[in-house]
Structure formats: structure tokens, C-alpha cells
């Protein structure tokens, strides 16, 4: 007889599967637990496509993915179940305390900088740091995530600028054989005011900032970078993209040339992206002048 919370088969449910006490994570799945350590909360076509090159069966997958659910190291958040329809949608995982345990006892626990403020945004945020993670390793391209670059120069992500401070979403950088970018990522669901006079993050108060930090390049004596810092700014919309690009030619700014723009088309509803972004990391950033410029190369 099925468990109160399976289905009729009694096949595991979002809200409830069997426990299995001894597992024990395999070097594939290892690599699950530190890109979502690193990212935050994944959906499983993502941490699919992480381990790809070495494992290509989806439904095997799919299947050591519950295993890891069941054995207590992955968990299902629950703001995923808002979403309409959410039972046909990937489930999306995050870590457990068991799974940062284990990471710890096998000395694999890294101080990571994920995402933070409102879950939705925090994942979406998520789902871009790691689809250019996962597309640079595939060029051969090493991502280097935000608390290696913090923890070089024990700098806080928030960049001090006069009685405030400017937070960027997320911060990376990618190395190019030697060579290097840094970037700083806002990510836009279209919650953030266009002006605001009020003391929170708005486009044209946060464009300021950028200005102000790039011009006087504040970034390299903060984070302690020699390369310079590139913004991503990532919208849900191309019409909300177009607008943010009409603030900048409006206000002519030194961070012009800086600051890349791209809209994501294929933002599920609630905030997540529907699969890996490749655009992101294969396909041109638009800055304001209208010129494109690619993050694969340098």
C-alpha cells in the first residue's frame, strides 16, 4: 500500500520520498553538491548538463538525483511548488546540512558567496552564474566564482561608495588562458523601480553607482583586481531591456562601454529559466551605442 504522500504507484512526490540511509554521494554527484554550493538551488536539467560529458543518460540522472534526495543530502525548496502547474516543471534541488557535512568531512566545504533576498530572484540569479559556468567549461574556459575573488582580498561583495554601498547580485570572473574579466551581475525581474528618490537599489541610482565605481576604478582597489570589471545586466524582457538602454542614452555615462544588456526570453513563470542559458555565454551582449560584444572570448 502507497505511502499517504506517493502517488497511486507509490513513486516518490515532491512532498515526500522513502529514506535510505546508506548513501553515499559518487564523484559525479559530488560535482552536483559543490555547483549548487557555489551557485545555489539547481534544477536537475542543470545539474544534467553539468556532468553530461561524462554520464549522458538523463533518466539515470534524474533517478541518483532522488537517490540523493532520498539518502537526506538534497532537498526541494519549497517556493518552486508556487508556480502553476509546478508538478510538470524539473524539480529544482538545494543542499542539506547532511550534504555540507559531508562536504566538510571530505574537506571539499568551501566558503561560497550565493545569492541572497528574495528566493525567486536569488534563483534566477542562480540559474545565469551557472549556465556561464557550465557553457565556459565546455570552451575550455575556468569560471572563477565570487569568494575566491573575495577571499584573496577579505573584501565584502559590497563595494563602498560614499554613505552607501553598491551590492552587485553576483561576482565572477572568467580566465582566459591567462587572461582575465571580471564581472559584476544585476539581474532584472522587472521588481526594481526605473528612478526612485528613495535610498534602495533603482536603475538610474544604481547606473550611478556603476558610473562612479568604474570611472574611478574603486572595484580593483576593493576587490583587489587587476583585470576590469565588466556589468552584466540581465532583464526578463527585451522591452524592459530596450527601456533600461533609453535611461542610459538619457543620462550619458562613463560606464557606457562597460555595461552589457541581455534580455532572457525563456524565464519560466515565478522566475526560474526553462534550461541551461547558452545565449548568455555563445550569443552577443548589446551594450548602449548598440555595438555586441561576446563574454566567450576576451
Not at 524539480?91 to 550565493?114: S, W
Not at 569568494?147 to 551590492?167: D, K, V
Not at 558610473?211 to 574611478?216: G, H, P, R, Y
Request: aromatic fraction near 8%; charged fraction near 25%; charge should be positive.
Amino acid at each position: 500500500m502507497a505511502h499517504p504522500q506517493t502517488d497511486r504507484l507509490g513513486r516518490a512526490t515532491f512532498h515526500y520520498i522513502a529514506p535510505e540511509r546508506h548513501v553515499r554521494p559518487t564523484a559525479r554527484e559530488l560535482r552536483w553538491l559543490k555547483h549548487i554550493e557555489r551557485h545555489g538551488p539547481q534544477s536537475s536539467q542543470y545539474l544534467y548538463e553539468l556532468t553530461r560529458d561524462t554520464h549522458r543518460c538523463r533518466d539515470t540522472a534524474l533517478r541518483q538525483m532522488q537517490k540523493l534526495r532520498a539518502g537526506g543530502y538534497l532537498c526541494l525548496p519549497p517556493q518552486q511548488r508556487a508556480t502553476e502547474r509546478a508538478e510538470f516543471n524539473p524539480y529544482i534541488y538545494d543542499l542539506t546540512d547532511r550534504a555540507h557535512d559531508h562536504l566538510a568531512e571530505l574537506g571539499l566545504a568551501e566558503p561560497t558567496h550565493r545569492p541572497t533576498g528574495h528566493w525567486w530572484h536569488a534563483y534566477l540569479t542562480a540559474c545565469v552564474t551557472s549556465s556561464i559556468d557550465i557553457c565556459a567549461a565546455h570552451a575550455g574556459i575556468r569560471y572563477i566564482p565570487a569568494h575566491e575573488i573575495l577571499n584573496r582580498s577579505g573584501a565584502s561583495i559590497a563595494i563602498p561608495h560614499g554613505p552607501s554601498t553598491l551590492i552587485p547580485d553576483q561576482l565572477f570572473a572568467l580566465d582566459y588562458d591567462g587572461r582575465y574579466r571580471a564581472f559584476a551581475l544585476e539581474v532584472d525581474r522587472g521588481t526594481e523601480p526605473k528612478t526612485s528618490p528613495a535610498n534602495r537599489k533603482s536603475w538610474a541610482r544604481t547606473i550611478a553607482q556603476y558610473d562612479d565605481i568604474l570611472a574611478n576604478e574603486t572595484y580593483k582597489s576593493h576587490y583587489g583586481l587587476k583585470a576590469n570589471l565588466v556589468v552584466l545586466w540581465v532583464f526578463t524582457s527585451r522591452s524592459k531591456q530596450e527601456r533600461f538602454l533609453a535611461l542610459m542614452r538619457d543620462r550619458p555615462v562613463a560606464a557606457d562601454k562597460a555595461v552589457l544588456t541581455q534580455a532572457m526570453l525563456s524565464v519560466r513563470c515565478g522566475g526560474g529559466l526553462s534550461g541551461v542559458a547558452r545565449r548568455l555565454f555563445e550569443k552577443p551582449w548589446e551594450r548602449v551605442n548598440a555595438s555586441e560584444v561576446s563574454i566567450c572570448e576576451v
